[in-house]
């Protein structure tokens, strides 16, 4: 494990808790090298992010997110990643208007972090209001050669429109069809037809929440290389984790 880094970010009073970044790898098994890392908010005594971003009020919650971005682009350059860096980003947040990529971009730039190592990953948290106002957001920073993302595909609300309208680098699957896939017929053949789809649009299929090897078997099978879940590694919080390559053999 790479050795960890001051992690505790202070925050302004009132724009939320105190908190710091978990690093969890995204793998490409077949070719045993990191693909990503992404960052994921932590409560400083450990607390998820569902429990930090709770305490965030509406509106200060783009304000808490760019903090975020910002800690976790600093912490990547402290811990000499090599990988792509994967941020979160919320639809709304982006659709329309463009600082979060500059805001990225500048940390990166400050950092000596280069801006292609960066990957965007819009969340499905909620309904996109202005879809043509996402893809254009994205188009106009592609030139800085990021990678984009859509995280939790299939978990809620209108994937495939989304999918429709933004065609990014990558799409994540969510672990609700990840889950058991080895004994599920009906979602072995979801995700089938979905990497088919993807294939034909040139877009990588990450497979999230992957923690049996019976699981990574049946999705490498169905041509799924890109993998995240406790089976390779656990998130660790101002580290850069161990991968456990062999886990899924």
Same mark, same amino acid.
């Given at each position: ?5 001051d &992690?505790?970010t ?5 724009i ?31 607390? %998820?992010?569902?429990?930090i ?14 903090? *975020? ?9 402290? /811990? ?5 860096? +994967? ?23 400050? *950092? ?32 800085? %050669? ?7 595909? %299939? ?6 429109? /989304?999918?429709?309208?933004f ?8 672990? +609700? ?15 089938? %037809?979905?990497?088919?789809? *993807? +294939? ?18 049946? /999705?490498?099978?169905?041509?799924? +290389? /890109? ?19 062999? &886990?899924?053999?």
């Amino acid at each position: 494990m790479t050795q960890g880094t001051d &992690a505790h970010t202070p925050l302004s009073p009132g724009i939320g808790p105190d908190f710091t970044i978990a690093f969890q790898p995204i793998v490409d098994a077949a070719r045993r090298e990191v693909f990503a890392h992404e960052a994921l908010v932590r409560g400083l005594s450990g607390e %998820g992010a569902v429990d930090i971003l709770s305490r965030v009020e509406a509106r200060h919650r783009f304000a808490f997110h760019e903090a *975020c971005r910002v800690r976790a682009i600093e912490m990547a350059a402290q /811990l000499g990643m090599t990988s792509r860096l +994967s941020l979160n980003v919320m639809p709304n947040d982006v659709a329309g208007q463009t600082e979060c990529f500059r805001t990225a971009i500048d940390t990166a730039k400050r *950092c000596d972090f280069p801006a292609n190592q960066l990957m965007f990953e819009i969340t499905e948290g909620e309904r996109v209001i202005n879809l043509p106002g996402l893809a254009a957001s994205f188009h106009i920073f592609r030139r800085y %050669g990021f990678t984009s993302a859509i995280d939790d595909f %299939g978990a809620a609300y209108a994937s495939f429109e /989304l999918l429709a309208a933004f065609q990014p680098d990558v799409v994540k699957v969510d672990m +609700s069809l990840v889950r058991d896939i080895h004994v599920d017929p009906v979602r072995v053949a979801i995700v089938k %037809g979905f990497v088919t789809t *993807c +294939s034909e649009l040139d877009i990588k299929v990450i497979a999230e929440g992957v923690e049996a090897p019976e699981e990574a078997r049946v /999705l490498r099978e169905l041509g799924v +290389s /890109l993998f995240q879940g406790f089976l390779f590694a656990r998130p660790a919080i101002g580290a850069l984790p161990e991968v456990a390559w062999d &886990a899924a053999d």
